[in-house]
């Protein structure tokens, strides 16, 4: 059994291992709209089904991808407050069948609710579709025509473009020429699907990550590129069920390999704007922090790296500290990896040092000495400066916590205590202005 190397966080109850369920789609009655002239709507789907067909047929594919399903992307749209027949177009019927993508809605200004269908209809299959519209109309005349469930609630039906894959709000849609990263949820069908895009990508010059994660009957990952240069992709992949933003890059930076992560922290390294010298600080009070860090070089001056006991070295050799830093200097990375705009960070770093270097622990009755001592150090070097403690670093329940938070009980130092095992006090004091140099 491995050792327990964070202690302080207690589950009480053992792990256990479930199958990932994807939510349900909540059943809904189909609201119905019959239109007035039924012979006239279903002719005019007919023609846009046709056109779907013959933009198929005049699709060129720029890039060959083996194992890629030849086909188009389609738009079912429906009228304002109709549920369309979402089960009549994921028909799962035969080898190879149109297969549902993904579906949202828009609210215009009156309340009413448009739904959008995307459909991947593989060459040959389109057949599907057009049947089910030609009986609708040879039936047109009956009180209820053959298919109008399904045949009632389309409004249009369209070649989709890659927008329509996007499920995220259409604000948040990348613009034209933007090279972002986009979150790219692939259909499974034979495990090949993030291979192939791979191969897209390498085929297009275009990144991707090297880790894809798994829910239910979807592959998650990431790929960098513009929506002109994505937009090939709807021509020559059948993968392709969603777009959305990136909502965690950083969980999939943790599932790179070193190399890859090495590339990511210099894009995001080549970005930042440090703060300047004057700037206000946060002094990491903790294990030292690793200042040669890419993300870090430029917060945090050699001047500024301090530790309560002058023997020790002032470098981080425990890791927490660094990463205490990492999160007081950009909160979340993910959103820093995700952005390609200029990082202009507003505050510099700090590092007072309070742990001794591995195996060494310091005695639990000279801690409240020892963060006063980090204190100090770092307010002597730099004493008009403007600064926030930042305290992550907790102690066994027999010390007396009152020793350690009396270090901070100054009235114009401004504290931020993540110690609070079982209930120690947290003291939130505001800097007045700089200390006497007395």
């Not at 990511?264 to 030292?288: H, I, K, T, Y």
Request: hydrophobic fraction near 35%.
């Amino acid at each position: 059994m491995l050792d327990r190397d964070k202690p302080h966080l207690i589950i009480q109850r053992p792990a256990q291992s479930t199958e990932y369920q994807p939510p349900s789609r909540a059943v809904q009655p189909t609201t119905s709209v019959v239109p007035a002239d039924r012979h006239g709507h279903g002719s005019r789907l007919r023609d846009e089904l046709e056109l779907v067909e013959r933009a198929a047929d005049r699709q060129e594919r720029p890039i060959s991808i083996e194992g890629a399903v030849e086909g188009v992307y389609a738009t079912f749209e429906s009228f304002p407050g109709v549920r369309l027949a979402l089960e009549s177009l994921d028909p799962r019927q035969g080898a190879t069948h149109p297969e549902l993508m993904s579906v949202h809605e828009s609210r215009a200004a009156d309340g009413s609710t448009t739904e959008r269908a995307t459909v991947f209809i593989p060459r040959g299959t389109i057949d599907y579709f057009l049947r089910r519209v030609t009986s609708y109309l040879e039936t047109a005349d009956e009180t209820s025509p053959k298919n109008r469930k399904l045949v009632d609630s389309i409004q249009s039906v369209q070649t989709a473009t890659i927008a329509a894959l996007w499920t995220d709000p259409p604000a948040d849609f990348p613009g034209a020429g933007e090279l972002v990263w986009w979150e790219v949820w692939l259909r499974k069908r034979d495990g090949q699907e993030a291979q192939r895009l791979q191969e897209f990508a390498a085929a297009s010059d275009l990144r991707t990550g090297r880790q894809s994660l798994g829910f239910g009957d979807r592959t998650v990952t990431l790929l960098e590129a513009t929506r002109e240069q994505l937009s090939v992709a709807i021509d020559v992949l059948d993968d392709l069920a969603e777009l959305r933003r990136p909502s965690r890059p950083a969980q999939f930076l943790t599932g790179c390999d070193a190399r890859e992560q090495e590339e990511w922290v210099a894009e995001l390294a080549s970005r930042l704007n440090p703060a300047g010298a004057d700037a206000p600080a946060v002094c990491v009070v903790d294990s030292g922090v690793f200042r040669e860090h890419p993300l870090i070089e430029g917060s945090l001056s050699p001047s500024d790296c301090h530790a309560a006991d002058a023997s020790w070295p002032v470098h981080d050799d425990r890791g927490h500290g660094t990463e205490m830093a990492g999160l007081a200097l950009y909160d979340d990375l993910g959103e820093a990896l995700a952005s390609q705009q200029q990082i202009h960070l507003r505050h510099r770093l700090e590092s007072a040092k309070l742990l001794p270097p591995p195996p060494g622990e310091n005695a639990p009755d000279l801690y409240g000495a020892l963060t006063a001592a980090a204190a100090s150090t770092v307010e002597i070097e730099a004493p008009f400066r403007s600064r926030v403690f930042s305290l992550a670093v907790t102690a066994p329940t027999t010390e007396n916590p009152e020793s350690r938070g009396a270090a901070f009980g100054q009235p114009d130092r401004l504290v931020c205590d993540a110690g609070c095992s079982r209930g120690w006090p947290k003291r939130h004091h505001r800097r007045q202005g700089p200390r006497s140099s007395r």
